[in-house]
């Protein structure tokens, strides 16, 4: 019974054979590759009783093999597309496709891989729902047979009775039988001869006739007349050699090149397979360039949001300052009012009791003792003055005897060369070298010393090139009054001309020494220590510069002013800025208004201008409105 049945569903492969011209309910357009996908298609059409016709060897020798392809497609109802990669690089399946769509027949592309639709082609199929074989199968195929049967308009049925099938089969085989006999009454009378350089499979008109050994003539028998030949690798079935030819001669032998498709394949594949290694590098280096660029905006950002939070505080510090700076001089002007309203209402009180003799009397009392005050400190100031002039005298002096001392002494007078980029000593007038170019930066002798920098360090060598300070300091400066500050380890101390820590390496920063004393920092407070190290002005100012003419400026809370070398102050601290005194006056800032103060802590010149600087040679440059010029110690324009 399932014999029978068997015959009834295959019903359209016998039909093929006998190149029947009855229409079909499907055309299936594909690549012979997929053939495996094909044959599973046209079992489940086959199972639910629906015809169909597929190029698989139904078009027998003789016949036109294009005219076959379009009367099957003009005579089915429904296009079945299989696509794939190989479908889609099929001229034959592109072909039938245009036109199954100019003849207006259903087409449902089967999609069995991710492969999209060839450019020829997209056009027609890029509207119409595909079935997505390669994401379920089973799905696939049943919607497809679903869709074709609405499509045809009618309902499923079950299989016809087994002597239905039987019926039919017989019909088959009797109509399969006499045309056999037909085919046999038709004698061959020529002979086509082919040898191919590939073994290969030979189709003629559409059906597979033989296999075609490599480098052997292969020998057909047929009628004269024009065929339609097709050769396929055996190895591989895409190469494929087809042309029409015509019979004429008893003998006809025909050469085929499959090599040379062969190699165009591999050709190909091989140019493919370059195409997607470079779009696979070209999308890897797309993708870094992105994370690439998304990570230098990330950094950016967070720079920028950095940025806006240190400004941000800045700004709260600032104002934050300004408001306890407003603070400060409400409650002083309070004060201040509060005083002079105590100071009144005194003053009414002793002017009622006293009456106006006692305040005559009392105002010349006080004008005698203020001007014997002021006759007293004149004589002191003056004698401080002369006292600082006797002993600067007597420093410049003893200076001038230890030069004059190490002039004598020194027979060589040396001066520093570059060679490449490092610099050594040479005699001056002979041009000898006397210490050889291995140091990074050398400075002039002073006192038979001179400092040098070696491989990022810094030490002091003798004019015979030894070293005098070791040079293993981060940093040195020269000699000033004997002393040199250096720093080791972010520590800051003094050596002598020996090389000998006079001063331990204790503080955060040290400026060099200047009337016998020299500015140290320790946790961001300044004071003032001696040349045996101790500590003569407290450490407690936010800042302080070197001494100068006797007098240092300093800064406590925010203000600035003088200082003595017994850390008096001389001043009030009541200045935004100060600098060191020169010719006997320093420059002074106050509500953004310079001028200049005498060693008393006198306004001598008003602070009236908007920049100052010191004075020299007893003149100095101010700038007042964008105008600059030069003034006097009397403030007198010059």
């Known amino acids: 019974m399932f014999a029978r049945l068997e015959k009834k569903l295959y019903l359209c492969d016998v039909k093929k054979k006998q190149n029947l011209a009855m229409a079909q309910d499907v055309f299936i357009s594909y690549s012979r590759v997929d053939k495996e996908v094909a044959d599973e298609i046209c079992s489940a059409f086959e199972q639910a009783g629906i015809s169909y016709w597929i190029d698989r ?7 036109a093999f294009h005219a076959i392809i379009v009367k099957a497609i003009r005579e089915s109802k429904i296009t079945v597309f299989i696509s794939s990669v190989n479908s889609n690089m099929s001229d034959y399946a592109i072909k039938e496709i245009v036109i199954a ?31 997505a074989y390669y994401l379920d199968k089973e799905f696939a195929i049943q919607k497809l047979i679903d869709d074709i049967y609405r499509l045809l308009g009618r309902e499923k049925k079950a299989v016809e009775t087994v002597a239905e099938s039987e019926v039919a089969a017989t019909e088959i085989e009797q109509e399969t039988e006499q045309e056999a006999d ?19 499979e030979l189709w003629i008109d559409g059906e597979k006739i033989t296999i075609a050994n490599a480098n052997e003539i292969t020998k057909i028998p047929l009628n004269r007349g024009t065929f339609w030949l097709e050769f396929y690798n055996v190895e591989n079935s895409d190469d494929k050699y087809a042309r029409e030819f015509t019979v004429v001669n008893q003998e006809e032998l025909i050469l085929v090149d499959m090599e040379s498709i062969e190699k165009k394949r591999l050709e190909k594949e091989r140019l493919e397979q370059e195409r997607l290694e470079k779009e696979r590098l070209e999308k890897e280096r797309l993708e870094q360039e992105r994370l690439e660029q998304e990570r230098l905006e990330q950094e950016r950002l967070e720079q920028e949001r950095l940025e806006q939070e240190r400004l941000e505080q800045e700004r709260l510090e600032q104002e934050r300052l300004e408001q306890e700076r407003l603070e400060q001089e409400r409650l002083e002007q309070e004060r201040l009012e509060q005083e002079r309203l105590e100071q009144e209402r005194l003053e009414q009180e002793r ?9 005559r009397l009392e105002q010349e009392r006080l004008e005698q003792e203020r001007l014997e005050q002021e006759r007293l400190e004149q004589e002191r100031l003056e004698q401080e003055r002369l006292e600082q002039e006797r002993l600067e005298q007597e420093r410049l002096e003893q200076e001038i005897l230890e030069q004059e001392s190490l002039l004598i002494n020194e027979n060589i007078k040396l001066e520093s060369f570059t060679l490449g980029s490092k610099q050594g000593f040479k ?9 050889h170019p291995k140091y990074d930066k050398v400075y002039r002798f002073d006192k038979g010393l001179a400092l040098v920098r070696f491989d990022f360090k810094w030490g002091f060598i003798d004019q015979n090139g030894n070293e005098a300070v070791p040079i293993i300091y981060e940093y040195a400066d020269s000699f000033t009054e004997g002393l040199a500050r250096v720093k080791l380890k972010d520590k800051w101390g003094f050596v002598d001309r020996t090389g000998n820590a006079v001063i331990p390496l204790k503080y955060d920063l040290a400026q060099f020494f200047s009337d016998g004393l020299a500015c140290v920092e320790i946790n961001g407070k300044c004071g003032f220590i001696d040349k045996k190290g101790k500590e003569l002005i407290p450490i407690v100012y936010d800042v302080a510069g070197s001494f100068s003419e006797g007098l240092a400026p300093v800064k406590l809370n925010g203000k600035c002013g003088f200082i003595d070398k017994n850390g008096k102050a001389v001043t009030q601290l009541k200045y935004d800025y100060a600098e060191p005194f020169s010719k006997g006056m320093a420059a002074v800032k106050l509500d953004n208004k310079c001028g200049f103060v005498d060693k008393t802590g006198k306004e001598v010149i008003p602070l009236i201008y908007d920049l100052v600087y010191s004075f020299y040679s007893d003149r100095a440059k101010v700038e007042i409105n964008k105008e600059s010029f030069y003034i006097d110690k009397k403030g007198k324009r010059l």
């Open 57 to 63: 060897g139904g078009i027998t020798s003789g016949q």
């Open 101 to 131: 769509f100019k003849r207006k027949k259903h087409i449902i592309p089967f999609c069995i891989d991710e492969e999209p639709f060839a450019d020829q082609i997209e056009f027609y199929l890029c509207d119409l729902d595909h079935l």
């Open 182 to 200: 037909e085919n046999k009454s038709q004698i061959s009378d020529c002979l086509l001869k082919v040898r191919p350089n590939l073994t290969c």
């Open 351 to 359: 002017l009622e009791q006293e009456r106006l003799e006692q305040e």
């Open 427 to 435: 005699d001056k007038i002979t041009g000898e070298t006397i210490i």
